[in-house]
């Protein structure tokens, strides 16, 4: 996936209208500002989300996608609310590999190895290998869709999840780097999907959605980095370019981002050209105290809030629409086809 030359353009056709994808990092509970341990695996949060079907994704035929770690692929309670959820057709399941608490363990516990792209080509394979399993055998369910835990892709990656049967990863974060902590740079990407890998049966990229906002959006990949350098940090300029609005970086997320950001940036997208957007967050999320964004129950409101807020605006006035991974996966699969006879 990091072989430029082949990638290929996934595009819906011409005038069909913007599509919102849902994919949540379905992951045990740990202390961010903690080293990372493989002793943290409860999984209490996942029962919880059941609570946004209620409240947003039933309402609007969302049907998001459950990116599932080990701890909670071999809970049985974890299993149990998202496999009912699945076998009603209100959810996907695909994979999300945390190293650290998937087996087997052979690596030394540390950040430079919670990217999965760090470790031995033939230790990472093996934890995709016995996740994909452990998913198949507890859900009843092949994963086809794959996010790497802390967007840790490596160079032997692409090659690991085509071999398990994957057909589309969701780990690129374009306009992002975290080579400061040992991670993967992906500075070079955009916020368009792509197809990569093996022409006659190629992988499609969803990347998470990332994009600039503000009058010097243009200029965003190519300004950023520059302020994000040291001697610029110290003055706190991106800071000061995103709240004067020259310049912002948004994520597309409830964690860290309002409705107003999140509306801002789909906007700013759809008139780019931008066919498809992806929601992302965390499932810990979804109960207070479990991760830095939510941490009372006055944020979870206004992280439920800002979802539904955002959702509402999507659909009413961009005109947008909302699939499953799945369902985006085949009906690019369609585009691509007569694509290819024309170029061949």
């Known amino acids: 996936m990091f072989d430029r030359t082949s990638h290929a353009p996934a595009r819906l056709p011409r005038n069909h209208p913007p599509v919102l994808l849902v994919a949540v990092d379905t992951e045990e509970e740990f202390h961010w500002d903690k080293p990372f341990s493989r002793e943290s695996t409860a999984t209490t949060s996942i029962a919880a989300q059941k609570m946004l079907h209620d409240r947003i994704y039933d309402r609007y035929g969302i049907v998001p996608t459950y990116l599932v770690d080990w701890p909670v692929a071999t809970a049985p309670q974890s299993v149990s609310t998202l496999k009912s959820l699945m076998e009603n057709r209100q959810c996907e399941i695909g994979t999300h590999l945390h190293p ?11 950040t430079f190895n919670s990217y999965a ?10 934890k995709l290998r016995c996740l ?17 835990g802390r967007y840790g892709l490596g160079r032997n990656t692409a090659e690991a999840i085509a071999k398990l049967g994957y057909k589309v990863d969701a780990s690129i974060v374009p306009y992002t780097s975290f080579a400061s902590d040992g991670g993967p740079d992906f500075s070079g990407f955009s ?20 994009g600039f906002h503000g009058l010097l959006r243009d200029y965003g990949s190519a300004l950023y980095p520059h302020l994000a350098a040291a001697r610029l940090a110290a003055l706190r300029v991106r800071g000061i370019a995103a709240r ?3 310049l912002e970086r948004i994520r597309l997320t409830p964690e860290g981002c309002n409705a107003n ?7 700013t997208l759809t008139r780019k050209g931008c066919q498809v957007m992806t929601l992302t967050y965390h499932s810990p999320s979804a109960v207070p105290g479990h991760t830095p964004y939510v941490r009372s129950n006055m944020e979870l409101e206004a992280f439920l809030s800002s979802i539904e807020e955002f959702c509402a605006y999507f659909k009413h006035e961009l005109g947008g629409v909302f699939m499953s991974i799945s369902v985006l996966h085949g009906k690019l699969e369609q585009s691509r086809l007569p694509w290819l006879a024309q170029t061949a």
């Open 100 to 110: 650290w608490v998937s087996p087997p363990h052979h690596e030394t516990v540390s």
């Open 117 to 126: 792209g760090n470790l031995p080509k033939w230790l990472e394979f093996e």
């Open 132 to 148: 994909t399993e452990m998913i198949s055998e507890n859900f009843g369910h092949k994963p086809i869709i794959f996010k790497a």
């Open 191 to 210: 916020e368009y999907p792509f197809w990569f890998g093996d022409e006659s049966n190629p992988m499609l990229e969803l990347p998470v959605t990332t």
């Open 244 to 246: 004067t609005r020259m």
């Open 261 to 267: 950001d999140m509306i801002r940036l789909a906007t």
